[in-house]
């Protein structure tokens, strides 16, 4: 079976979100982007899971 976990998370969420799949060799700081704080925007998290239960 396959589990998906979708949720929205804050901006401050994101950053290490970001830093750990999109920019690993980067610094953090290259993870805040311009209009993250944005009322007008949000984020979205995302998890694809097995699992052995039926």
């Known amino acids: 079976m396959i589990v998906?976990?979708?949720r929205q998370i804050t901006a401050a969420e994101t950053i290490p979100?970001?830093?750990f799949v999109l920019r690993?060799?980067?610094p953090v700081s290259a993870?805040?982007?311009p209009?993250?704080?944005d009322e007008a925007?949000?984020?979205m998290y995302f998890r694809l899971t097995?699992?052995?239960v039926y």
């Open 35 to 37: 209009g993250d704080d």
């Open 4 to 6: 998906f976990n979708i």
């Open 41 to 43: 925007n949000f984020h």
């Open 24 to 26: 690993p060799h980067q």
């Open 17 to 19: 979100l970001r830093h």
């Open 31 to 33: 993870c805040h982007y």
């Open 50 to 52: 097995r699992s052995s």
